[in-house]
């Protein structure tokens, strides 16, 4: 059974602070990852993908590591805004971002709670 | 741009009742994909479509079932709802070319009782 693990939280940081999650996947053959971002009964949002080289995207640095089967996303200077569920996703199968015949793989979420 | 849209919002439904949920893709959007999210959970796969045809599927019952019309709309159809059947449900549409991502409704919220 694949499974995408992470800590529920909830992180609960002070504003400006960095904060980091951590995302575990149990396929050695998935093929490409997201984080998805998630507000409070709202529709998941698309963050940002994550490549082999790591990537960054203003405040928000993600990192892959194949070896370890490990995905993380940082976030520097945390805003009110952030507060929300950050999704891990990984895609198993095909080139399609939005994922072949299995579909899309999520985590349950981190819940994070930036405090002013 | 018209974004994903979902009707309806919100339904209650009854134990072994039936239910459709319908979605309409982003304009451009040929691949529509349905996902089950359950309270404190993330998005699970139900299936896909693409071309009308069903594309591939995740680990749920037949009597999951659903549909793609030409104009690239979906539905899902559930037979027999049972009270685990309640859930937060996406719909999600895409391209079929590398790096399009999902892009999600505000999904229908069912609840059986």
């Known amino acids: 059974r694949k499974e995408v693990e992470q800590d529920p939280g909830p992180f609960n940081v002070p504003e400006g602070a960095t904060v980091a999650f951590n995302c575990t996947y149990s396929?050695?053959?998935?093929?490409?990852f997201f984080w998805y971002r998630q507000d409070c009964r709202k529709e998941p949002k698309l963050l940002m993908s994550?490549?082999?080289s790591g990537n960054e995207d203003g405040r928000f640095t993600a990192q892959l590591n194949r070896a370890s089967q490990y995905i993380s996303l940082l976030i520097r200077d945390s805003k009110l805004s952030d507060s929300a569920t950050y999704l891990c996703?990984?895609?198993?199968?095909?080139?399609?971002?939005?994922?072949?015949?299995?579909?899309?793989?999520f985590g349950k979420g981190t819940h994070l709670i930036i405090q002013p | 741009e018209t974004g994903v849209t979902q009707s309806p919002t919100h339904l209650i439904k009854t134990r072994g009742q039936q239910v459709t949920l319908r979605c309409s893709s982003q304009?451009?959007?040929?691949?529509v994909s349905w996902y089950q999210q359950a309270l404190g959970q993330g998005p699970q796969f139900i299936f896909q479509?693409?071309?009308?045809?069903?594309?591939g599927r995740g680990n749920f019952p037949p009597r999951f079932s659903g549909l793609q019309f030409p104009n690239y709309s979906s539905e899902l159809n559930v037979n027999a709802l049972e009270l685990d059947d309640s859930a937060l449900y996406l719909c999600?549409?895409?391209?079929?070319?590398?790096?399009?991502?999902?892009?999600f409704g505000n999904g229908t919220r069912l609840t059986v009782t």
């Open positions: 479509y693409y071309r009308e045809e069903e594309n």
């Open positions: 994550v490549y082999s």
């Open positions: 996703v990984v895609n198993d199968e095909g080139s399609y971002s939005g994922g072949g015949a299995d579909g899309l793989t």
């Open positions: 304009s451009g959007h040929n691949t």
């Open positions: 999600a549409s895409s391209l079929r070319v590398a790096n399009s991502p999902l892009h």
């Open positions: 396929n050695s053959a998935s093929q490409s």
